[in-house]
């Protein structure tokens, strides 16, 4: 990453001109940063766009369609569905970046340890492809029905399913890599373990770990609306992408933009997300 | 197999919740509570309980459902039908949809038809099924009327029927695989379009869809069949989550009403069983590479 940033310098006229060259050839990475920073701001910044409170309920004014006045219409508590979604950006996008760091970090210290220490690596296999056979969702929503919902503990479900794909990738890099002569060399010269594993072979997964975080981010947010959807995600006073729609079900007949505009929120944000992780892995040629 | 079922066993037992409480209700004295811990043999030490299960699970046996009383295999076979209809129909539809699509688009690589078919998949694994399934709903149900909302009717009670309550889930559930395979069948076919027989098949004359196809096509399957079995998780995570819109009394509605209750015997019994089909399918298309690429011997 560094070296990318280092040859990268976009001031003057002919920075400008290779900020040009590099958005064509990166067409992928710079449009989905671009809207996923949009939609990032408009989450961050919820209170700029809207005046109104998304938990305040006004029976008056039940499911009314979009208008000028509330562009996406109020639900079946009259609460303003353009708040609810700004808002619920927030919860979600927190989701997916938190459950990406946690799954990225615990993969790969057990990663690295199994890679690195054959005694150690057929018991974490096994548990890896134990937890591999079964569906994530299946899985998450198993671990929610043992604990109360909050965002904490969704967070936890979602990290769990995780964590063997990155154990994976983390184990077979660290595989090839321990053969190679630079590790060798760093052994002839007196390096511990900690210092093989941390100076020799951590710098060569982050392009691969960066790559796989953005699937996991993406993936985390998806999962989380099917968690709400299923009743057993985020708290229903907490307004998330996910259980907006879970709570706009029941009215699809009545008022489908409950569901439609979060719902388009959640596929922009995870597309982009998936653009900016297949951009990256062509740039840095994972 | 048998890590699955250790893992999934401690999973369920390590964690806080009792599912005899929750059955004896709030009235009941803790002596009501014990005893019908008693009856279902959760008052033994784990060890016990665990290779009771274990035993039983190899007899055929996968127990009781703590809950309807009713055993966990009766359960399964009731609730099976829809499932497998499900899984099955949307498979023919993704797969007759996406091989296609892969293939036009690594014809056309790089023209706005092939930049077309890439943003549909991955625009296809972007949205959440549930969302994609009530948006047509309210499309092809409530606005034009040509669908019904939700449901299901069995086989037996005629074809017609049948198919008209399966299309729109199906179609739901499909655009996640056709997203997948998608990609996978035009990534695959790339890589073989630039070897050097393609060229030859060019120069020989021969039509171009005769060298996509019989050429080209035929030697890009083995990653395309892997990633079909790859996804079979994919597809067994949506199956739950689309027999919730659509209403169908299939084994995704039998785990998650098993789940949000603690049905341990339900939930052991699914989970167990659907890594099995999982495995199997995965095994299933290992042998099938054998037919696929006669150089691969096992």
């Not at chain 1, 039940?62 to 569905?81: C, I, M, N, Q, Y």
């Not at chain 2, 399964?76 to 039908?81: A, F, G, Y």
């Not at chain 2, 990653?223 to 079979?232: A, F, M, S």
């Amino acid at each position: 990453m560094a070296a990318i940033a280092s040859d990268v310098v976009f001031e003057g006229p002919v920075g400008r001109r290779r900020a040009r060259v590099f958005a064509r050839r990166n067409l992928t990475l710079v449009a989905g940063s671009v809207v996923l920073l949009l939609l990032a701001l408009s989450a961050v910044a919820a209170p700029l766009w809207t005046s109104r409170d998304p938990q305040a309920m006004s029976p008056s004014v039940r499911l009314k369609a979009p208008s000028a006045e509330r562009p996406f219409g109020t639900d079946h508590f009259g609460r303003d569905v353009f708040a609810r979604t700004l808002y619920g950006g927030r919860i979600s996008l927190r989701v997916g970046v938190i459950v990406a760091l946690l799954a990225l970090t615990t993969g790969t210290g057990i990663g690295l340890l199994s890679g690195y220490s054959r005694r150690l690596d057929s018991v974490v296999m096994r548990v890896v492809d134990g937890l591999m056979a079964i569906p994530s969702i299946l899985l998450a929503l198993a671990l929610m029905a043992l604990v109360r919902a909050s965002v904490e503990t969704v967070i936890a479900a979602l990290v769990v399913p995780e964590i063997p794909r990155v154990v994976r990738v983390v184990r077979a890099q660290v595989l090839t890599l321990r053969e190679q002569t630079m590790v060798e060399g760093a052994r002839a010269i007196g390096a511990g373990t900690a210092r093989v594993l941390l100076r020799y072979i951590l710098p060569a997964l982050v392009a691969p770990l960066i790559v796989q975080g953005t699937h996991i981010c993406a993936s985390a947010i998806l999962v989380e609306s099917y968690l709400s959807f299923l009743g057993a995600g985020t708290p229903p006073h907490i307004p998330s992408w996910g259980n907006i729609m879970a709570e706009g079900r029941t009215y699809v007949q009545l008022g489908v933009w409950i569901i439609l505009f979060p719902g388009l929120f959640l596929m922009l944000t995870v597309l982009s997300i998936n653009l900016i992780g297949d951009g990256l892995r062509d740039l840095l040629k994972v | 197999m048998v890590v699955v079922a250790l893992v999934v066993f401690g999973l369920l037992r390590l964690t806080p919740g009792d599912p005899a409480a929750v059955i004896a209700g709030d009235y009941a004295t803790p002596d009501d509570v014990a005893k019908i811990r008693a009856k279902l043999g959760l008052d033994q030490p784990l060890p016990v309980q665990l290779s009771l299960w274990f035993g039983n699970v190899l007899r055929g046996d996968l127990g009781t459902s703590i809950f309807s009383g009713l055993p966990v295999t009766t359960l399964i076979k009731q609730r099976i039908e829809p499932t497998v209809a499900l899984a099955a129909l949307t498979m023919v539809i993704a797969i007759t949809l996406a091989v296609p699509l892969g293939v036009l688009a690594a014809w056309k690589q790089g023209t706005w038809i092939d930049r077309t078919v890439m943003v549909f998949a991955v625009s296809g694994f972007s949205m959440p099924v549930f969302w994609l399934g009530f948006l047509l709903v309210w499309v092809f149900a409530v606005q034009l009327g040509w669908l019904p909302v939700q449901g299901y009717s069995p086989l037996s009670r005629g074809l017609w029927p049948f198919l008209r309550q399966l299309i729109l889930p199906a179609l739901t559930l499909g655009f996640v695989y056709v997203a997948l395979i998608t990609r996978m069948t035009r990534a695959s076919m790339l890589s073989v379009l630039r070897e050097d027989y393609i060229r030859t098949a060019h120069a020989k004359g021969l039509p171009p869809a005769v060298v996509l196809l019989r050429h080209a096509l035929k030697n890009a399957g083995l990653p395309v069949v892997t990633i079909i079995g790859v996804g079979v998780a994919l597809l067994i995570g949506g199956v739950v989550v689309t027999e919730s819109v659509f209403a169908l009394p299939g084994i995704g509605r039998l785990t998650v009403d098993a789940i949000l209750r603690r049905d341990y015997p339900v939930i052991q019994a699914v989970i167990l069983m659907v890594s099995g089909v999982y495995v199997l399918i995965n095994l299933a298309i290992d042998l099938l590479y054998l037919v696929l690429d006669p150089r691969i011997r096992y």
